[in-house]
């Protein structure tokens, strides 16, 4: 018998408390001092019993075929999940955000014709039969202004309500109440929408074409769809300059009513150096994910009614105090080949949101003949935890899956290379925020 490999262990920001998480098992736990010393020290418990219980003392053989069956369930699992299929019908956009990494793509305008959406629609049809799959409008920016390509996004539409696919749209949100009526033309799932703090934030990072600024017209928008009964999914990109106008965003999205409505969520965005430089920005306001969660903690103890607007992850902490239990363990974190694919109006097919429209990072084509260099996509598929050599002793590999593929490929130039979450000191804020707060 032994300590499992798979137990993270740490203590809470705080209150100093330790604690003991196995997402192999399923269980996690705040310990006293004294039950936790042959933990912290590596020796042998008093009580093995309720240790055995748990998971956190086991026979490595056991533990073995555990952790075998918990992967099998995740690739079979994962085999039925739903596709989510990324359409971008233009890169242009009428915004200049300040970080914008896209705009170093330098990709040429293309014509979103008839032939190229009919090609789309029969290749997924054929491509992803027998899965369930929805699409999702990127951009650039999906929601241009002006009929031509309202027009277009509307025969977009008809055609995924035809195959009977719920689209979710991602968009800055600056178009979106003349959008409305187009959007009625598909079941949308949800629209998601970015505004990077209050107005005076907002504006300064986030301007249209011609500078002017853009956050009120995006929050009528934000109105005007959750008034049409649509999700609303608000995303935040943060970075050092906007992190603390969050909670006068908070407080904003709290007047306006949209906190109290069921269709509204929040999400925030790492601001992170993806492909391009940051030229404009430099790197020294970008975070770490460490420093990003060191800095929200602070926020939310501050400002503790920001949590009614939105509430950090902080690894599994989230989902373990709202849910009661663990999610299931992430022995892949990285979706793109696997449940995420991106397509572009110029026929080209990438793996995901992170590379689509980066040139060099194109794995095929659905027009004008389809094609697929599946020695890449083997890769890409291939890319989980098993097959990383970094994780597969790593006690943190099942709440970190390995990262981001992209990111990882970005740093490193290999596919099969990681992208290592800071899961245990994560852990050590979201636990002392969230469940230690409540003993």
């Known amino acids: 018998m032994q300590w499992s490999k798979h137990n993270i262990v740490g203590r809470t920001r705080g209150r100093n408390t330790p604690f003991v998480v196995n997402l192999l098992s ?26 055995v219980a748990k998971g956190y003392w086991t026979d490595p053989v056991e533990e073995q075929k555990r952790w075998k069956r918990a992967y099998l369930d995740f690739l079979d699992n994962r085999e039925s999940d739903e596709v989510q299929i990324f359409f971008v019908p233009w890169y242009g956009c009428n915004f200049r955000c300040d970080y914008c990494f896209q705009e170093d793509y330098g990709v040429k305008p293309a014509s979103f014709t008839d032939e190229i959406m009919d090609s789309f629609f029969a290749h997924i049809a054929k491509e992803f039969a027998g899965r369930r799959k929805d699409l999702t409008l990127f951009g650039g920016e999906p929601l241009l202004p002006g009929e031509a390509p309202r027009e277009r996004i ?15 749209v991602v968009t800055n949100g600056h178009s ?33 074409a011609g500078g002017k600024a853009t956050f009120a017209t995006i929050a009528d928008g934000i109105d005007a769809a959750l008034s049409a009964g649509h999700t609303i999914n608000l995303r935040s990109v943060v970075d050092r300059q906007n992190l603390p106008f969050l909670p006068e965003l908070a407080r904003i999205a709290v007047e306006r009513g949209w906190t109290g409505n069921p269709r509204f969520k929040t999400q925030l965005g790492r601001n992170y150096e993806l492909h391009s430089c940051h030229a404009a920005l430099g790197k020294g306001p970008l975070y ?8 929200l903690l602070q926020l939310v103890k ?3 009614e920001f949590l009614e607007y939105h509430r950090p992850s902080f690894s599994v902490s989230k989902f373990l105090w709202e849910h009661g239990e663990l999610p299931k363990p992430l022995f892949d974190a990285c979706t793109g080949t696997k449940t995420e694919w991106a397509f572009d109006s110029r026929g080209r097919i990438f793996a995901c949101t992170a590379t689509v429209g980066k040139p060099g990072e194109e794995l095929g084509r659905f027009w004008p003949q389809a094609q697929l260099d599946r020695e ?10 098993v097959s990383l050599s970094e994780c597969r002793d790593c006690a943190q590999a ?11 490929k970005n740093r490193s130039g290999e596919i ?24």
């Open 398 to 408: 099942l709440a970190c899956g390995g990262g981001c593929n992209s990111v990882a």
């Open 154 to 168: 509307a025969q977009f539409l008809r055609r995924a309500a035809a195959a009977h696919l719920e689209v979710a």
């Open 288 to 295: 770490s994910r460490v420093e990003l969660a060191e800095d």
């Open 302 to 304: 501050d400002h503790p």
């Open 416 to 439: 099969l290379s990681t992208d290592c979450r800071p899961s245990r000191e994560l852990l050590e804020m979201g636990i002392g925020a969230y469940l230690e707060s409540e003993t």
């Open 376 to 385: 890449v996509v083997g890769k890409w598929q291939a890319r989980d935890t």
């Open 26 to 51: 399923g269980n996690a736990d705040l310990l006293d001092e004294k039950s936790a010393r042959p933990l912290l020290d590596g020796g042998i418990p008093d009580d093995p019993a309720e240790w």
């Open 176 to 208: 979106l109440v003349e959008y409305l009526p187009t959007l009625a033309l598909a079941k949308i799932r949800e629209i998601q929408v970015t505004l990077d703090g209050p107005p005076e934030s907002h504006d300064a990072r986030r301007f249209l």
